[in-house]
């Protein structure tokens, strides 16, 4: 295999990668794309209250899970003077529960937790119930009888059926059986329903969860009706009838298992109160990675503490500056003094702003190569001399900075990120130029370096491209890969076929 075909392999394979990885966070762990981007994230906090009755207190509680797309960011427990434990079922389900001894005064136990909606998601698979048909007396029974048939007259399956029943209640357009079956049924118009159903053969169970509404108080359980036909579940609101799960509805509890249960009291309840906030999308990915809900995120720059995220941020940067002077001199084919002391200048542009740090760049060097020149005539060794020059250039630094500050202009005084070495080095470089080649070389190849460090400058505080760069490193893997492909070009450069113009009108 040739080292062009290996080259073009391996370059695919690594943008591949990069992309695949990219779209991986994107897609899969929720990694915002553009900079900026929020999310609605609800603040549900539980109060449960009850009254004791003397001796021992037990109380349970069925804790969320995440489902319909629901992410649980953060849960947090007050019950002072209680015992507290959270015990798993053999099926992932959570319960909380509070134990005392004795309690001579009504308690409140609090739990709150925040949530966001990360995808529209359905509820997914869950075990079929067994159908139990409801004890009813025989005037009940026989109403119970001519309110299935006659619905199952006027549907085509369970579907159709439960959407004719909640109709009738929503649409209050019952006829004598059906509101015969619902006149002082102790369990309520829900339990009615469930009735029905079960009675009509239908696999049903109840959906419990609170809707999220900006600002309730005191806001109940509210309960969705889900029924099983054509391997899938429906679900039902049986408030206005509507089929599907609404958008602002968290789901609590999934099946006929109580959310509150209390052993040793009476007068339980379960309220909510509800705050929306928004926050940034790397905030929440960030709290996700607090709870452990994610893997990826434990090897992400997001696992680090916050100062080497800041530096890393600065240094992912790097790649971006290089890829502009690849361009540059392998396609355009402008000369620039070095490789990397565009992209070193680019950062200093970074934290002095451009126009300060073209003035700071130009008068450090240029005062560098006066007194470089000067040096020359002292004839002393190099290292003497690049030392020599490493100190004028600190002093030369620092006076800039005082004076600056004196003046009242503070960009200067983030001068000492420039490099100090690299400055000197191009000091000695341009001299050496200077002398070898002459002037006009040093103008051509300074001017090079400061058009790559301009436009190096210009992409790398792009908000897109430090944006991308530090929430998907990956990409510079796919950079890397195109790095790669630059290097085997073996074409013509912008600037020789301006060069050989000439040539080229000669041959038409």
Do not use: C
């Amino acid at each position: 295999m040739s080292s062009r075909i290996q080259i073009f392999v391996v370059a695919g394979i690594l943008i591949a990668i990069g992309l695949g990885l990219t779209l991986y966070k994107r897609f899969e762990l929720g990694f915002p794309l553009l900079p900026g981007e929020r999310q609605d994230v609800w603040t549900l906090e539980s109060k449960v209250t009850v009254k004791p009755t003397g001796g021992p207190i037990d109380i349970s509680m069925a804790l969320p899970e995440p489902r319909a797309g629901w992410v649980l960011l953060d849960e947090n427990f007050a019950s002072s003077g209680f015992g507290f434990s959270i015990a798993e079922g053999a099926d992932g389900s959570r319960q909380a529960r509070w134990t005392r001894q004795t309690l001579d005064r009504p308690a409140t136990l609090y739990y709150k937790l925040q949530t966001y909606r990360s995808d529209e998601f359905g509820l997914g698979a869950s075990p079929v119930p067994d159908i139990k048909l409801p004890e009813l007396t025989d005037d009940r029974r026989a109403a119970m009888n001519r309110v299935v048939a006659n619905l199952r007259e006027r549907s085509s399956g369970p579907i159709s059926f439960t959407a004719l029943l909640l109709e009738q209640l929503v649409d209050e357009k019952m006829d004598q059986d059906t509101a015969f079956l619902f006149a002082g049924h102790e369990s309520g118009h829900l339990g009615v329903i469930m009735d029905v159903l079960a009675y009509a053969g239908i696999p049903a169970q109840r959906v419990k969860g609170v809707f999220l509404e900006e600002g309730r108080r005191r806001q109940q359980i509210s309960t969705l009706v889900e029924v099983f036909d054509d391997g899938r579940w429906h679900l039902f609101n049986p408030l206005n009838a509507q089929m599907g799960l609404p958008d602002n509805f968290f789901v609590w509890e999934r099946g006929e298992r109580f959310i509150l249960d209390v052993i040793g009291g009476n007068s339980s309840q379960l309220e909510f109160a509800l705050v929306k906030n928004t926050l940034p999308v790397k905030t929440l990915l960030s709290m996700e990675q607090e709870v452990g809900g994610k893997l990826m995120l434990d090897f992400s720059i997001y696992s680090l503490p916050v100062e080497q995220q800041g530096m890393f941020k600065g240094l992912l940067l790097i790649p971006v500056g290089a890829l502009v002077v690849v361009l540059l001199r392998v396609l355009v084919g402008i000369r620039t003094s070095g490789t990397f002391m565009p992209i070193l200048i680019a950062l200093g542009f970074i934290q002095t702003t451009l126009l300060a740090g073209l003035i700071i760049f130009l008068m450090v060097v240029g005062a560098g190569l006066w007194i470089r020149s000067y040096l020359s005539h002292l004839n002393l060794l190099l290292v003497a001399r690049i030392t020599a020059v490493v100190i004028m250039v600190i002093l030369l630094m620092a006076a800039l900075s005082i004076v600056s500050y004196k003046l009242g202009f503070n960009q200067a005084l983030t001068v000492t990120y420039l490099p100090t070495i690299i400055l000197s080095w191009t000091i000695e470089r341009m001299s050496i130029l200077w002398e070898e080649d002459g002037p006009h070389e040093v103008l051509i190849q300074g001017g090079g370096s400061l058009l790559a460090a301009i436009l190096a400058y210009l992409l790398m505080t792009v908000e897109l491209i430090e944006h991308l760069t530090f929430n998907f490193p990956e990409l510079m893997i796919s950079l890397l890969g195109v790095v790669l492909l630059l290097g085997k070009y073996t074409g013509y450069r912008l600037s020789e076929l301006y060069r050989f113009r000439y040539l080229r009108k000669d041959w038409q």
